[in-house]
């Protein structure tokens, strides 16, 4: 009885997991074809470069400038807040595993998804 | 030419590359950083952030299936997560560090090696009951669902799969792409797991490994918009497209040509990368 149980937690969490990754590529995708259409209709006439790496700007790098830009109606900031949610979706699925892992009282998980998360935020 | 057409050009290129990829199986980054540096000249740094990105994108769309349907292994997945993403962090770090030519050197040898990995018969092992003792600790056993029934399963050689998931991490940050054929050998070979559990856990966790390694290239400025933007839903459309178009069309002949295309784009990346033109 015990063991059913735990499996069905288990189907329930690869559910809600399943549909975060949907809306997360959903949502994103939605966002950058916002900030694309505006960037094509502004710059599209424009000449490319990218022969010579630059780097990108500050306002692309930063959290806070990137959403100073976006708020200002800029189009290749508001792509890159999308490109953000984008990066965010898979580290949201470890996010919700761990609560998912606690609920099932299985605490050798719970540990282990929190020490891949702390690596993975370690960089931002 | 322009920024727009610039864009479509591209956008159609990782259509293609998105189709072709989930086709095969060989995923769609092994073909466009290829595209990006010796067609559209892009640097390789812009490449290999622009790569990353569609990456993901293409692992969570995938895995929001895939896990559904109850074959993927999330625990084995988590736990070989720890591999890949200290890997992912520390090839990064050695992208920013490495020549550019070393780079494409390199590329080209997982290029070389995804193409010949994509030829080698995956049958599924006998199912063992002979599990090792870590394997048991950490409860990576598992079973999964197959018209015939479940079917149950265990993993062996934990440590070895471990090992060749840090391998994986590192080229996978180095270069910008999932490296399943990496985690394929590190879960079929090594671990000993069905190979439909084993494709669907390495695509599962390919999109966290690329993440770990997103926020060094976001800081590093190799994540540009404008060239992200068409390759993401590019890439997106084209392995929505592959993976409803598999049910129906046989691609072993696909298979084949494909595998030819990416030894000619190794063998043009080693060369442009001895002769110091990347």
Known sequence: MALLKKKIQDTDLEIIIGQLLRYGVLISSIIVIAGGSLYIYRHGHQLPNYKEFRGEPEKMRELSPLWEAVLRGEGRPLIQLGLLVLIATPIARIFFSIFGYVLEKDWLYAILTIIVLTVICWNF | MTILV?????????????????????????????????????????????????????????????????????????????????????????????????????????????????????????VTTDASRLSQVLRLNSSYPTAAGVVFYTVRNVVGGFFMMIIAGIVSGLLGIGSGALKVIAMDNIMRIPFKVSTTTSNFMIGVTAAASAGIYLQRGYIDPGLSMPVVLGVLVGAFIGSRMLKTTSVSKLKMLFAIVIFGLALEMMYNGLTHKI
């Open chain 2, 6 to 126: 610039f864009t479509l050009i591209l956008f159609a290129g990782a259509l293609a590359a998105g189709l072709l990829g989930s086709l095969t199986g060989l995923g769609g980054g092994v073909v466009l950083i290829p595209l990006l540096t010796l067609v559209f000249k892009v640097d390789i740094h812009y490449a290999i952030g622009t790569s990353l990105i569609s990456v993901i994108a293409t692992s969570s769309g995938a895995a929001a299936a895939y896990v559904r349907e109850g074959i993927t292994n999330i625990r084995l997945g988590m736990f070989l997560e720890l591999a890949t993403t200290m890997g992912a962090i520390g090839g990064a770090f050695l992208a920013t560090k490495l020549d550019t030519s070393l780079i494409a050197v390199l590329f080209g040898g997982i290029l070389i090696l995804s193409a010949a990995m994509s030829f080698v018969k995956r049958g599924d092992h006998a």
